[in-house]
Structure formats: structure tokens, C-alpha cells
């Protein structure tokens, strides 16, 4: 079983949302306090392979640091970044999007912001700012599942 997965962070490094896609549970995330080890490692049951976008930089290293967990030393890892500049798609997730045409509502919403947007809502309880933090992981999740799909169909560049 295959499983998307894309975590938010705040400024001090601290995951502050944890988004997972499979097909036989839909999506999961986890916010704030309900991110711990054991909430992890049960979304994860049954899941074999973990595809991410950077994730072999980025998400896999920052779950060990914080919460202790070697996702490495259970699951296979598959990075859909390595998968794009083989098709010579490069950038970040939202560039490669715009190039393949993958939608996506919370435009203009980048790894940044989505660290303000936690900050305002931890400092001042905006629910607005929560909201879209939440749709931005939701959307980055699904659309690694659309990306996935269209890689296959793509020839690798010589």
C-alpha cells in the first residue's frame, strides 16, 4: 500500500501539521498537540511505501529530529522530486504543478507562509489563517497523488 505525505513546520522546526493520503483511508491529518510518535506510526499501518516531494531532504529527517521516528527503517521511501528532474520538471512542488497544469486553490500559499499562518493562528486564535493551513497541506497531499499519476505516464528524459 502506498501512501502521499506532506508535513507543515512552524518557524522554530516544530511540525505543526501532519497530512496523509492512501486510498483505502482517505486523507488523515494530524495538527499541533494530536502530533506525537504513536499518532504517526498509526496512521501509517499497513502503508509499505511513503511518497513525498523532497521528502528524502525534508520530511523523513524532520519526523526523525522531532518526534524519533525512522520512517527509513519501515517503510520505502519515494521522493516524486527525483522522479521530475529525471523528466527535467524542476523546482518546488507548486512549480512543478503549474508545469503539468495541477490545480490548486491556495495559490500564492508557499512553506513561509504556511509557517504564518500557523503563527497567527497559535498567537491570536485566527481561524481563517488555521483554515487555510489546513487546505494548503490537504491540497499539497492530493495533488502529490495527481503527480504520482501523471509521472507514470511520462517517459524519463535520456
Known amino acids: ?14 511540525i505543526t501539521v501532519f497530512g496523509l493520503y492512501a486510498e483505502d483511508r482517505g486523507f488523515v491529518q494530524l495538527v499541533g498537540g494530536g502530533i506525537s510518535d504513536v499518532a504517526v506510526w498509526e496512521s501509517l499501518e499497513g502503508i509499505q511505501v511513503i511518497c513525498t516531494y523532497n521528502g528524502s531532504r525534508f520530511d523523513i529527517p524532520v519526523i526523525r529530529r522531532r ?5 527509513r527503517s519501515s517503510f520505502t521511501s519515494h521522493d516524486l522530486m527525483y522522479d521530475c528532474w529525471k523528466r527535467r520538471l524542476y523546482g518546488g512542488l507548486k512549480r512543478v ?45 492530493l495533488n502529490l497523488e495527481t503527480l504520482d499519476r501523471i509521472l507514470q505516464g511520462m517517459t524519463p528524459c535520456a
Open 67 to 71: 518526534l524519533g521516528l525512522d520512517l
Open 1 to 14: 500500500m502506498k501512501a502521499y505525505l506532506d508535513i507543515e513546520t512552524s518557524f522554530l522546526g516544530d
Open 97 to 141: 504543478e503549474e508545469q503539468l497544469d495541477i490545480q490548486r486553490r491556495t495559490r500564492g500559499i508557499d512553506g513561509m507562509e504556511a509557517m504564518r499562518l500557523w503563527h497567527r493562528y497559535e498567537t491570536t486564535q485566527d481561524r481563517e489563517a488555521f483554515m487555510a493551513l489546513l487546505e494548503y497541506n490537504r491540497e499539497d497531499v
